[in-house]
């Protein structure tokens, strides 16, 4: 079978897309999702996505993370598929679609340096502040922890132990580091699916931002992540309660390409 595919990336973020409207992908399909996300033996990408058709939206979005698993959501993940959306002409200025998590609505601005998409990300309710931590849901559950900075700090190992811990081994957590520059924050992440640090992660961006939010009182923030930087702001309803949330970053179209499987 041969697959017709495109790669994006936003902030460093990767994923192959795939326009499966005629339904030629099998969903469930986990073994050749595997091998389209593997780096040396498929196509490479931190997630795969398929664009499919939904009653009432201008496409669904589905994940899956590089391991071939059906994910939550990916919010760098969701700005590249309405980029792909844009591309393939089925969106404008403005779009509607469903994922994993819900509705979710963005905008596409076309600038010198290329699509910038922003993302409407679900309400986050019921946040989890520990002495040290925070741990809240922006459609993937992550848990936070603020550093006193990123340099030599081993985002992997010290991921990989808070993931896997008697709380979160079973069935995982996005990890994130956040250290503060001035107003701004910088984010690393340890992703769970990719089971690795990846060069940004929307979800992790704005579950950051909301965090540093609870130390500042901002409600918007400019975040540094291994791969660029990203904007987030959002309506502060209460300490359980924030609403109105964008995230804001470049969606880069990479290449095009067909793969016989």
Avoid at 14 to 31: M, Q
Avoid at 48 to 72: H, I, P, T
């Amino acid at each position: 079978m041969k697959v017709e595919f495109s790669k994006y990336q936003g902030t460093g973020n990767d994923f192959v897309l795939i326009d499966n409207r005629n339904g030629r992908i099998a969903p469930d399909d986990f073994s050749l999702i595997e091998k389209l996300c593997d780096r040396r033996f498929g196509i490479g990408g931190d997630g795969l996505m398929l664009l499919e058709n939904a009653d009432g939206f201008d496409f669904r979005m589905r994940y899956y993370n590089s391991d071939g698993k059906e994910g939550s959501m990916c919010g760098n993940g969701g700005r590249c598929i309405v980029a792909f959306a844009y591309h393939l002409g089925l969106v404008s200025e403005k779009t509607k679609f469903i994922a994993v998590d819900g509705e979710h609505e963005a905008k596409i601005t076309n600038t010198e340096d290329g699509i910038q998409v922003s993302l409407k990300m679900i309400d986050v309710l019921d946040i989890e502040m520990g002495d040290d931590f925070y741990f809240l849901n922006t459609g993937s559950p992550h848990f936070v922890r603020f550093i006193s900075n990123h340099e030599n700090f081993d985002t992997f190992a010290e991921g990989k132990k808070i993931r896997y811990n008697n709380r979160f081994a079973e069935k995982g957590t996005n990890v994130n580091f956040v250290s503060f520059q001035g107003q701004n924050i910088t984010v690393s992440t340890y992703e769970r699916g990719v089971e690795d640090e990846t060069y940004s992660c929307g979800t992790g961006v704005v579950a950051s931002a909301i965090s540093a939010g609870f130390k500042t009182g901002s409600n918007k923030f400019i975040i540094k992540t291994k791969g660029g930087f990203l904007e987030v702001h959002f309506r502060k309803i209460s300490n359980k309660q924030i609403e109105d949330i964008w995230l804001t970053g470049p969606a880069t179209h990479v290449f095009n390409g067909t793969l016989t499987t």
